[in-house]
C-alpha cells in the first residue's frame, strides 16, 4: 500500500512538472513571437487554459476513483490475505468472491442468518416510492406556484427556500414526535413519508417550469382543460428531463440513508432494515475476518447508484443545464 501511494504521488508530481513546463514553453514563446505555426502550435497557443483544465480535472478524477478501486480490490481479498498480508493491494493467492458470498450468508453469534436480501428489497422498497411520491408532490407544486395565482405565491415559496437553511439535525427530533403521533414508528413508511416535504427539488423543477410559455398553459384553458390534465398531458412531457434527475437525486438520496432509519428501526427487528443499516451493522466488526465483507458489502450497496448514473448520466447533465438555463 505505502508503495502504491508513493507511485502516486511520483506520478502526480511528474505531470505538474511537465504542465508547468508546457505552460511556461507556450507562454514564452508566444510572448517571443516564436510560436511555430503548424497544427500542433496553433493548437498548443489556442487551448492552453483548456489542456490546464483537462488535466487538472483528470487528475483529481483519478485520485477520486483511487478509494473506489481500493474497495473493490479488498471486496476480492481473501481472509487469508488480510491476515498474513494486510494492505496488499494484489494478494499472492489471488482474487476471490468468497466474501461477497460471505455477505449473503452472514450469521449470528446465536446462528440466526441476516436477511440480507430482506434488505435489498427494503431498500428498493422505500427508494422507490420515496421518489415517485416526492415526484409526485414537488410537481405539482411547482405547477401551482409557476401556472396558478393565488394569495401570498410569492412570500410562501421564499418561506419554502428558507427553510433550507435549516439543519436537517434540529428537525429531527419534531419528526420523531410526528411519526410516534402517526403511529407509524418502526416500519417503512417512517422512512418515505419525512422526506416528501423537502425543498430542493421543488425549486429545481420550479426553475425549469419558469421556461415553459405561459400562453401554452393559457390556450390549453381555453380549450377545457383542467390545472391536472394540464399537468399530466402538457406539463410532464416537457419536464421529464428536469423529473429525471430529480428523480435520481431522490432515489440515491433515499437509497444511501443512514442517520434517519437506524434512529427509526432500532435493532428490534432486523428484517426491516435497510441495505444500509445492514452495512453499518456488518462493517462495525473490524477483525481481519470481517473487513473483505466489510468492503464487499459496501461495494454492492453502490452498485445499483452506479448502474443508475451511467444510464442517466446524459439527461442528468440535460436536465441540470435547462433548469439553470431557463430559470
Same mark, same amino acid.
Given at each position: %500500500?505505502?508503495?502504491?501511494?508513493?507511485?502516486?504521488?511520483?506520478?502526480?508530481?511528474?505531470?505538474?512538472?511537465?504542465?508547468?513546463?508546457?505552460?511556461?514553453?507556450?507562454?514564452?514563446?508566444?510572448?517571443?513571437?516564436?510560436?511555430?505555426?503548424?497544427?500542433?502550435?496553433?493548437?498548443?497557443?489556442?487551448?492552453?487554459?483548456?489542456?490546464?483544465?483537462?488535466?487538472?480535472?483528470?487528475?483529481?478524477?483519478?485520485?477520486? *476513483?483511487?478509494?473506489?478501486?481500493?474497495?473493490?480490490?479488498?471486496?476480492?481479498?481473501?481472509?487469508?490475505?488480510?491476515?498474513?498480508?494486510?494492505?496488499?493491494?494484489?494478494?499472492?493467492?489471488?482474487?476471490?468472491?468468497? $466474501?461477497?458470498?460471505?455477505?449473503?450468508?452472514?450469521?449470528?453469534?446465536?446462528?440466526?442468518?441476516?436477511?440480507?436480501?430482506?434488505?435489498?428489497?427494503?431498500?428498493?422498497?422505500?427508494?422507490?416510492?420515496?421518489?415517485?411520491?416526492?415526484?409526485?408532490?414537488?410537481?405539482?407544486?411547482?405547477?401551482?406556484?409557476?401556472?396558478?395565482?393565488?394569495?401570498?405565491?410569492?412570500?410562501?415559496?421564499?418561506?419554502?427556500?428558507?427553510?433550507?437553511?435549516?439543519?436537517?439535525?434540529?428537525? %429531527?427530533?419534531?419528526?420523531?414526535? $410526528?411519526?410516534?403521533?402517526?403511529?407509524?414508528?418502526?416500519?417503512?413508511?417512517? *422512512?418515505? *413519508?419525512?422526506?416528501?416535504?423537502?425543498?430542493?427539488?421543488?425549486?429545481?423543477?420550479?426553475?425549469?417550469?419558469?421556461?415553459?410559455?405561459?400562453?401554452?398553459?393559457?390556450?390549453?384553458?381555453?380549450?377545457? %382543460?383542467?390545472?391536472?390534465?394540464?399537468?399530466?398531458?402538457?406539463?410532464?412531457?416537457?419536464?421529464?428531463?428536469?423529473?429525471?434527475?430529480?428523480?435520481?437525486?431522490?432515489?440515491?438520496?433515499?437509497? $444511501?440513508?443512514? *442517520?434517519?432509519?437506524?434512529?427509526?428501526?432500532?435493532?428490534?427487528?432486523?428484517?426491516?432494515?435497510?441495505?444500509?443499516?445492514?452495512?453499518?451493522?456488518?462493517?462495525?466488526?473490524?477483525?481481519? $475476518?470481517?473487513?473483505? %465483507?466489510?468492503?464487499?458489502?459496501?461495494?454492492?450497496?453502490?452498485?445499483?447508484?452506479?448502474?443508475?448514473?451511467?444510464?442517466?448520466?446524459?439527461?442528468?447533465?440535460?436536465?441540470?443545464?435547462?433548469?439553470?438555463?431557463?430559470?
Amino acid at each position: %500500500m505505502n508503495v502504491f501511494i508513493i507511485v502516486g504521488i511520483i506520478i502526480i508530481a511528474l505531470i505538474a512538472a511537465l504542465l508547468i513546463a508546457l505552460d511556461i514553453t507556450v507562454i514564452v514563446l508566444k510572448r517571443k513571437k516564436l510560436m511555430p505555426t503548424n497544427k500542433l502550435g496553433r493548437y498548443l497557443s489556442r487551448n492552453l487554459v483548456q489542456i490546464n483544465a483537462f488535466t487538472v480535472l483528470t487528475v483529481f478524477c483519478v485520485v477520486w *476513483l483511487i478509494p473506489l478501486l481500493i474497495g473493490v480490490l479488498g471486496s476480492l481479498t481473501s481472509r487469508y490475505a488480510f491476515e498474513n498480508s494486510p494492505g496488499e493491494l494484489f494478494p499472492n493467492d489471488g482474487f476471490t468472491f468468497e $466474501n461477497y458470498l460471505a455477505f449473503f450468508n452472514k450469521y449470528e453469534v446465536d446462528g440466526t442468518r441476516l436477511p440480507v436480501e430482506r434488505w435489498i428489497l427494503n431498500s428498493f422498497i422505500v427508494s422507490t416510492v420515496s421518489t415517485f411520491l416526492y415526484l409526485l408532490v414537488a410537481g405539482l407544486a411547482a405547477y401551482a406556484f409557476v401556472f396558478m395565482k393565488f394569495k401570498f405565491r410569492n412570500i410562501i415559496f421564499m418561506f419554502l427556500i428558507f427553510t433550507m437553511v435549516i439543519p436537517g439535525i434540529a428537525t %429531527m427530533t419534531p419528526q420523531l414526535s $410526528n411519526i410516534a403521533n402517526l403511529g407509524i414508528a418502526r416500519s417503512l413508511w417512517a *422512512l418515505i *413519508l419525512p422526506g416528501l416535504g423537502g425543498v430542493g427539488g421543488l425549486y429545481l423543477i420550479r426553475q425549469f417550469f419558469l421556461g415553459i410559455p405561459k400562453d401554452l398553459i393559457e390556450s390549453a384553458k381555453m380549450d377545457g %382543460m383542467s390545472h391536472i390534465k394540464i399537468f399530466l398531458h402538457i406539463i410532464l412531457p416537457l419536464g421529464k428531463s428536469v423529473f429525471l434527475v430529480q428523480g435520481l437525486f431522490c432515489f440515491m438520496g433515499a437509497w $444511501n440513508d443512514l *442517520l434517519w432509519p437506524q434512529i427509526i428501526l432500532g435493532t428490534a427487528d432486523k428484517s426491516l432494515w435497510t441495505l444500509q443499516v445492514g452495512v453499518a451493522y456488518i462493517s462495525g466488526d473490524k477483525t481481519a $475476518n470481517a473487513i473483505g %465483507m466489510s468492503l464487499a458489502s459496501a461495494i454492492f450497496s453502490a452498485i445499483p447508484i452506479i448502474i443508475l448514473y451511467i444510464f442517466t448520466q446524459n439527461k442528468i447533465i440535460e436536465g441540470v443545464a435547462a433548469s439553470g438555463v431557463k430559470g
